[in-house]
């Protein structure tokens, strides 16, 4: 199992940037597919960004060229770095985990707020 913890949310003017932390303990994360997910005020989750454990990464297309998830095994944490911000993007991110390609991502930080003021 892994526990983990964000960080690094607050508040930002649209443009700027904030870059979010998901800290591990237990496994490594490189043993599990990392992503992150956010959700807005009466609205479903969404599907941000991916690292699989091969290394290689995916995005939504509402972030993609935007923001850049990425790993520090020394460290065991995994970061979301958001660049060009935007109101739209508000909302709580969480750090999620999966076992593997066949489960769910069933692993979850408790989330850090994101707001982008226009």
């Known amino acids: 199992q892994v526990q983990m913890v964000e960080s690094g949310g607050g508040l930002v003017q649209a443009g700027g940037s904030l870059r979010l932390s998901c800290a591990a303990s237990g496994r490594t994360v490189s043993t599990y597919d990392m992503a992150w997910f956010r959700q807005a005020p009466g609205k479903e989750r969404e599907f941000v960004a991916a690292l699989r454990r091969s290394g290689s990464s995916t995005y939504s297309d509402s972030v993609k060229g935007r923001f850049t998830i990425s790993g520090d095994n020394a460290k065991n944490t995994v970061y979301l770095q958001m660049n060009s911000l935007k109101p739209e993007d508000t909302a709580v991110y969480s750090c999620?985990?999966?076992?593997?390609?066949?489960?769910?991502?069933?692993?979850w930080g408790q989330g850090t707020q994101v707001t982008v003021s226009s």
């Open positions: 999620a985990a999966r076992d593997n390609m066949f489960t769910k991502y069933n692993y």
